[in-house]
């Protein structure tokens, strides 16, 4: 009775061993395209946006949410609405900032894109001329010494210099 049992157990084993058995593979998410190592805005003028392209194995949907970091490193706080692929960069910064994205999809691990920097620089000063000399002054003769009035304004506010 052992002895049967025991060639019935084998036999088992034997047609079991034949039978394939797969075990799924959890997907993968491969970023595709980072978003742009620096994006350089003008401070006032802001506009622009940071872009990430992936895939999973699997073809399975992906989510997406963008973070707000303080240096080049990976943590940071997540930045609300921020939930697609493209994220639109806040037209009110008025300094250097740092983003990053993280991708998910059903059953894969989250997968982070690089750290990318927003560099705010000031805009450029632009000096307007708000009063020209006159065009004709009609100098009389051993009398030289006329006025000649220009008025200028910037954008920055900044003290101007004038030079004949």
């Known amino acids: 009775m052992k002895t049967k049992l025991l060639c019935l157990m084998i ?4 047609i079991l061993s034949f039978i ?19 994006t350089v805005v003008t401070k006032g003028e802001v506009s622009g946006k940071l872009y ?6 699997d073809g399975s949907e992906l989510s997406y949410q963008w ?5 080049s490193n990976m943590s940071g706080e997540e930045i609300p609405g921020a ?3 493209e994220f639109i960069i806040p037209a009110d910064i008025t300094r250097t900032k740092f983003y990053f994205c993280e991708v998910r999809a ?6 982070r894109t690089e750290v990318t920097r927003v560099v705010v620089k000031e805009p450029r000063n632009v000096i307007t001329i708000t009063q020209q000399p006159e ?6 003769y051993k009398k030289v010494g006329a006025l000649l ?13 004038y030079q004949w």
Not at 20 to 38: D, G, H, K, R, W
Not at 135 to 140: E, N
């Open 149 to 161: 009035a220009v008025r200028a304004k910037n954008t920055q506010n900044e003290r101007m210099y």
């Open 11 to 14: 036999a088992l084993c034997i």
């Open 52 to 57: 990430v392209s992936a895939s999973a194995s």
């Open 67 to 71: 973070y707000e970091t303080p240096g």
């Open 83 to 85: 939930t697609s692929a």
């Open 135 to 140: 065009k004709i002054i009609t100098v009389k």
């Open 106 to 111: 059903k059953g894969a691990a989250p997968v």
């Open 20 to 38: 394939p058995v797969s075990a799924e593979e959890a997907p993968a998410i491969t970023i595709i395209t980072q978003p742009a190592a620096e």
